[in-house]
């Protein structure tokens, strides 16, 4: 479903939202037709507006359907510890369910104390995603993602690589863990295995869908009152052609192209923000140069993937280093048209950067209006996904995040 084109600021509160309406109308319009989800279990309670995510049941025969004990499964191992080679680290550990399941740093931590390059990205509606991580294009399964974390040395993560059948061993020989992946993989003579470990977690990570938020209610259920004033103008600055933000963060998922099960996966989008520019020559920090490690090409230097913007709220800081601290620096950063970091072993003006994508243009912005996009963003955050307890740890009680409900 493609979800507003771009179109001038209007002054009228009123016109602002029916504006927005109809655009999303036409969107809906424009888009095939939804067929029922092959998984009710999981997509019955979708989001009003939202195509079906694909389960990769869907696409390959060789992966058991999902049910609810395999989802089941997959939130238990998301958060159990003993997912790791020392026993003491989880998904859970850095994606947390109240920071929209990020982890709240700069750049993530894994379970030896080992810094990532990149921060923790948000599971906000993963399931639409048409590839994983901040630049890899060919990690396009959720199944395949889940291993990645497990299994990667460079830095380690969760430390399972070398230790495989110690890790599995621990589940095998819990009783209760063991007929857990017995009721999800009903006929397995083997039950617990990397590939079924991987393949539960990936189920658990596709309910975890956020359509509830004020941008939701007022845009997709025409509720009058669910967008103040200020997020109705900045709703209009948003998707208007002078700040251009829906050039890259579009869609129902304000996140560029989606994969759905009504059509074919598209090619993944990656962007070059401006964000560095060493040495006037395009360079990216050598830690993580974006796109170019995977193909090697020198117009890939510092493409990263946009990220849903849906609960951005309470997912900072920003960027795929978290070297933005707050969303008023990330307006700066793209007010600017890149940024420009005067002195340092990164210095260098970002606008200027050679490799930068022509949709970073840089725009004038009144303070004012600064303060409407920065409430329109809030208006996409969900507090329902925060504290669902669907998705939480099922041997914690999840805690209410201090956010008032809009």
């Known amino acids: 479903m493609r979800l507003f084109a771009s179109h001038a600021a209007s002054s009228s509160v009123v016109s602002t939202v029916a504006l927005g309406l109809a ?12 067929e029922p989800a092959r998984a009710p279990f999981l ?5 009003v507006g939202f195509p079906p995510p694909v389960d990769l049941s869907d696409v390959d025969a060789e992966f058991p359907a999902a049910s609810a004990e395999l989802v089941e499964l997959g939130r238990h191992l998301f958060y159990d510890e003993r997912l790791s080679g020392e026993g003491h680290t989880s998904c859970g550990f850095c994606h947390r369910q109240e920071l929209a399941f990020t982890d709240g740093r700069a750049r993530a931590i894994g379970g030896t104390g080992q810094f990532h390059p990149r921060s923790t990205m948000s599971l906000t509606n993963v399931a639409y995603n048409t590839s994983f991580g901040w630049a890899n294009p060919e990690l396009t399964t959720l199944e395949a993602q889940a291993l990645v974390p497990m299994l990667n040395e460079h830095p380690v993560e969760m430390g399972v ?12 020989q819990d009783p209760q863990s063991l007929e ?4 999800a993989f009903p006929g397995d003579e083997s039950p617990v295995r990397l590939a079924t470990v ?3 977690i990936s189920a658990f ?3 975890l869908l956020s359509g509830d938020s004020p ?8 509720d009058a009152d669910a967008l103040s004033e200020a997020a109705q103008r900045g709703m209009t600055l948003f998707f208007s052609e002078r700040l251009a933000c829906a050039a890259c963060h579009s869609g129902f998922n304000f996140s560029g192209p989606v994969r759905t099960y009504t059509k074919a996966a598209p090619e993944g989008t990656f962007h070059n923000t401006g964000l560095y520019n060493l040495m ?5 920090p050598s830690t993580d140069q974006g796109l170019y490690r995977k193909t090697g090409k020198p117009r890939d230097l510092g493409r990263f993937k946009a990220p849903t913007l849906r609960n951005i709220e309470v997912t900072a800081p920003y960027m795929h280093d978290g070297s933005l601290a707050t969303l008023e620096d990330v307006l700066d950063h793209y007010a600017a048209g890149g940024r420009t970091l005067p002195n340092g072993p990164n210095a260098g003006v970002g606008s200027a950067n050679r490799h930068k994508s022509e949709l970073i243009r840089g725009f004038e912005i009144s303070e004012e209006e600064r303060q409407d996009l920065l409430e329109f963003l809030r208006s996409l955050t969900d507090r329902k996904f925060l504290t669902n307890p669907k998705f939480a740890d099922p041997e914690v009680q999840l805690l209410p995040v201090g956010l008032p409900l809009r």
């Open 198 to 200: 991987a393949r539960a």
């Open 205 to 207: 990570e596709r309910t």
């Open 43 to 47: 997509f019955g309670d979708l989001p």
């Open 280 to 284: 006037g020559k395009g360079f990216y």
């Open 161 to 172: 690589a070398g230790r495989e059948e110690e890790v599995l061993d621990r589940f095998r």
């Open 180 to 183: 857990r992946f017995r009721k």
């Open 23 to 34: 655009l999303a109308l036409a969107a809906c319009r424009s888009a095939p037709p939804v």
């Open 215 to 222: 941008y939701d209610r007022r845009v997709l259920r025409n």
